[in-house]
């Protein structure tokens, strides 16, 4: 089975063949692009349309390598000797396995996603490159190596915070999501809202792409972002003459929050008021 995309996911050619690459060569899928461009939700319809399971490691700041192998719980274990408790003789009760071991362990292929790799320290990918590559590690409690028994589809996410090491890129396939043009970005929105007027999409994008390419803005807004902002236009019933004829730069957005998320970018369109930008 190839990916080509779901119902609720709309993938470009380029992705669907990076997917594809990196399943047939047995390589982890690193894919970076900007916040709310669906990296995340990749793994997921990747994993519906594969009709596999998943396993999620969401990365966190304080987040270490060995915490997606697993965890021994040597607090229980000392605690249990003090209550008499007999499954002390049994350490394997204080092994807590991480999503690696639980992927490793199915006995069908899964899908592995590794989300937000680059909030981690700078050294956590090269923790992780003996486990990813040679799909094993050694568990010192259990004293016993734990080899995968199917090579797990790894997709792995990063929002470019900071670079990542080149022995680990080396290991990876790696593609950039582009932001949608408008001809992908159409289709994404009938995924969503498929009884949608369309020209109530035609202004709503015709606005949306405008914001986006105003310069200097801090944080332009995402695909995610245009959806909530579908939503609440539909509900809130706005008349798309009014929106066919707003003008950004005068007038404040309808449900402005959903588009813009910060201050900095409130007052830049409140700058650019003598400028008479029509959207």
């Not at 992780?128 to 996410?157: G, S, V, W």
């Not at 582009?178 to 159409?186: Q, T, V």
Request: hydrophobic content about 40%; charged content about 30%; proline content about 4%.
């Amino acid at each position: 089975m190839k990916f080509t995309g779901t119902d609720n996911y709309v993938a470009s050619p380029d992705l669907q063949i990076a997917v594809n690459a990196a399943v047939t060569l047995q390589k982890p899928l690193l894919i970076k692009g900007e916040p709310g461009t669906g990296k995340t939700l990749l793994a997921f319809e990747v994993a519906k349309s594969l009709n596999k399971k998943i396993y999620t490691w969401h990365v966190k700041s304080t987040s270490k390598a060995q915490q997606g192998l697993y965890e021994y719980d040597a607090v229980a274990r000392l605690r249990d000797s003090q209550l008499g408790d007999e499954k002390v003789k049994d350490i394997s009760h204080y092994i807590n396995k991480g999503p690696v071991w639980q992927a490793f362990e199915s006995d069908e292929q899964v899908v592995l996603l590794i989300d937000e790799i680059d909030k981690a320290d700078i050294e956590f990918p090269n923790d992780l490159l003996l486990e990813l590559d040679k799909m094993e590690f050694y568990c010192y409690e259990l004293q016993r190596t734990i080899t995968a028994k199917h090579r797990p589809i790894i997709i792995i996410t990063s929002n470019n915070e900071r670079d990542l090491p080149d022995a680990f890129l080396r290991r990876c396939f790696f593609h950039f999501i582009s932001f949608p043009d408008r001809d992908i970005m159409k289709e994404i929105v009938n995924v969503h809202f498929p009884h949608i007027e369309e020209k109530l999409i035609a202004e709503a994008m015709r606005v949306f792409y405008s914001i986006r390419d105003i310069n200097n803005m801090k944080k332009k807004p995402s695909t995610s972002e245009l959806i909530d902002w579908l939503r609440l236009l539909q509900i809130g019933g706005l008349n798309i003459s009014d929106l066919k004829n707003l003008n950004v730069s005068k007038s404040k957005l309808p449900y402005e929050g959903a588009l813009i998320k910060n201050e900095q970018d409130v007052e830049l369109l409140k700058r650019m008021g003598n400028k008479s930008i029509q959207y």
